[in-house]
């Protein structure tokens, strides 16, 4: 499907998430010796027998390498054959190379500039098998799920022998998918901009070109999708309780390309796409240097990348929001309510509840429609992700009433909030209502003032917010009743009139 990866994979350069550092920094200074002495060595081969005499003493103390043999030992100084001076110098003798400390300033500036090369390429190298493996998730996600399911949509619904039953339909699909084929579309159209300048990478080709392109197109494709992913995540938790589309993912899942990945995994990767793209840009960013011909389009580029993380991060928290709403009903076992859109998962504690002097633990969860207080479970200590819990109840906010109780109300306990549901849908303002119900106020005994604060508060915006939508849902309804009154009464007229105008003498 893909062409071949870019020049690094013909050459023998770093392996993949990799960097060479095979060349020894701390044999620098060796290296740098061995220069020196070779010029030295060379020198002395054409000096007379007085300077020979008086490098003897210096030669003694210098020993001899394999790296040297060859250079050294071979010369001659006025016909004297140095060999078997170097045959005696011992290999412990040698390290006084390493205390030489002889260094060039060239030298030095070509390593560091090899070794950030290295590093930026390293980065770039991510980057694109990042990008590969994400295309090629998309692709399965395409090819094994949303294409089989809509070509079984579009089939006739019947034939001769009954009514074909459809595992989705095309509406459900749309719902499901969003725009997913719009972003696969985008992704290819990057990875093959990124293959075309890695053909012809090198140390000082400049690759924030490119970038500048992506921003527009990943912010159009991904806002849709993010905005329907609500609708995704609850269109596939009901469907899942639909046997003919629980046969078809199941059997999907057993697919060895798919390695262990799901329906709702591959739905998910794209919502934090961004941000993974976002830190491999600012990595590559980091590790270029100021003198490169790319320093500045990489750091505009980051501050790019970052200003469109931020645009999305409020729709990116909303959607993390709306996977741990389904992980938390996946994990409450007995617990009569179902997934629906729109519900959001605000606050959570762990306060004790007090039985006969007995205490229990309650984990309080608050939902943006309900209150719901559950038993923890723990399979394993010290592992929340391995946390089951058992239901013990719930509240409806709607049209709650929610009071900060001072600790007289409370039998004497501090911090408490009190929550006063709605009652056998009738408001408990109707004085008739107390009297012959007296309502039930639920009282929660927060862990500190700080805490019960925060709960009123966040309690009393969910209500307004359920008292509000419902306030303008009932608008709606009402609005659609005029009209459907005055449809039927304006036909009613026009009908009476027909019949009246066909009753005249000579009507026709």
Known sequence: ??????????????????????????????????????????????????????????????????????????????????????????????????????????????????????????????????????????????????????????????NF??????????????????????????????????????????????????????FKMLFDVYTPYLNNYDNAVTTYERLRNYQLFRKFTDTLHKEPSLRGATLYSLLQLPVRSIYRLSQRIGELSDSTPPLHPDYVGLKMCKQRVLRLVEEIKSK??????????????????GIPLTIRKGRRLLLETELSRTYSKVSEKRVYFLFSDFIIFVRPRRQQQNETENVQYQYRGHLNLKQAQIKLMAP????????????????????????????QNPPVVHVMQLNSAQEQEEWAETLTIAVNKLNLLAGKKQNVHSVSNTNNRRSNSSRRRKESNTIQWALLPNAY
Not at 316 to 333: G, K, T
Request: aromatic content about 8%; hydrophobic content about 30%; proline content about 4%.
């Open 316 to 333: 990116v928290d909303d959607a993390e929001n709306v996977d741990r709403v389904l992980d938390l009903h996946r994990r409450i076992s």
């Open 1 to 158: 499907m893909y062409s071949s990866p870019p020049y690094w994979s013909y050459s023998s350069g770093p392996p993949r998430n990799s960097i060479d550092n095979s060349y020894p920094l701390e044999n620098k200074s060796r290296a740098h010796s061995i220069g020196r002495f070779n010029s030295t060595s060379s020198s002395n081969s054409c000096s007379t027998t007085n300077s020979y005499n008086n490098n003897n003493n210096f030669i003694n103390n210098i020993p001899t390498s394999p790296i040297l043999s060859e250079s050294f030992c071979s010369s001659t100084t006025d016909g004297i054959n140095n060999t078997t001076l170097c045959q005696e110098l011992s290999e412990d003798q040698f390290d006084i190379i390493d205390c030489l400390d002889y260094e060039d300033v060239d030298d030095m500036g070509l390593i560091d500039r090899e070794l950030s090369h290295r590093n930026r390429e390293s980065f770039v190298q991510q980057l694109y098998y990042a990008e590969q493996d994400y295309l090629e998730s998309l692709n399965r996600l395409v090819t094994l799920f949303m294409e089989p399911l809509r070509k079984d949509a579009q089939q006739p619904s019947s």
């Open 408 to 435: 007289q109300e409370a039998n004497g306990k501090e911090n408490c909030v009190g929550i006063t549901p709605y009652f056998h849908g009738v408001e408990l303002v109707d004085a008739v209502a107390l009297m």
């Open 161 to 214: 022998i009954g009514i074909k039953k459809v595992i989705c339909t095309e509406h459900e699909i749309q719902r499901l998918f969003g725009n997913i084929e719009e972003i696969y579309d985008t992704q290819r159209e990057i990875l093959q901009s990124l293959e075309l300048r890695l053909r012809i990478w090198g140390p000082t080709q400049i690759i924030s070109d490119i970038f500048q392109g992506w």
